[in-house]
């Protein structure tokens, strides 16, 4: 179950993400195509407090046109160690430092249309230092107990996929 590409076309480059279209030839023969989002790749931070909360940010997202409760989480930069990445975009966003971070899997976000790979980490041993978003974000922190954001999630109260699966790990882990 392999798929040849015979053409590759770029549609679109952007600051963040490149479109490509694929000609491909099935194992079966037949001649397809494949829209494909290139991302860089994340890193996505289930941060635990010593009560066994977890920490979330707030911030409004364009394509959604609403404002989402999400793990934190940030790209990483080319050669930029995962952990490091992580530790990074814990502190920026949220404002807290781990002193113990642990990855725990990656995982591909849509592989039917992106490249885009997700590696999820564990923060522990949080201390609280501040905030240095960048200055195209707006965040607001939020933290809430385990249990509470595991049943918000499953109210439909929480909408991003990978904070239901950081919320998920982190009752599963905890």
């Known amino acids: 179950m392999h798929e040849k590409t015979l053409k590759s076309k770029r549609v679109y480059s952007g600051r963040l ?3 490509r279209e694929d000609e491909v030839k099935m194992a079966t023969g037949k001649v397809s195509r494949r829209e494909i989002c290139e991302h860089p790749g994340a890193v996505a ?5 010593d009560k066994k909360e977890i920490v979330l940010i707030r911030q409004f997202r364009k394509p959604a046109e609403k404002v989402l409760l999400e793990v934190p989480a940030g790209l990483y930069k080319r050669g930029e ?8 975009e814990l502190e920026e966003e949220t404002g ?8 725990v899997f990656s995982a591909y976000t849509s592989p039917g249309y992106s490249t885009e790979l997700l590696h999820y980490f564990l923060a522990e041993k ?3 230092t501040a ?5 195209d974000e707006d965040i607001i922190v939020d933290i809430l107990p385990i249990n509470k954001a595991f049943e918000m999630a499953k109210q439909g109260k929480i909408e991003d996929n990978k904070t239901i699966v950081g919320i998920t790990i ?3 882990m905890i």
């Not at 931070?45 to 407090?49: P, R, S």
């Not at 160690?81 to 990074?88: G, S």
């Not at 905030?131 to 200055?135: G, N, T």
């Open 126 to 128: 949080l201390k609280k």
């Open 81 to 88: 160690d995962l952990k490091e990445a992580a530790k990074r």
């Open 170 to 172: 982190a009752k599963w």
């Open 45 to 49: 931070i289930i941060a635990v407090t």
């Open 131 to 135: 905030q240095c978003y960048e200055e």
């Open 17 to 19: 993400l490149g479109l």
């Open 96 to 103: 807290f430092t781990a002193g113990k971070i642990s990855p």
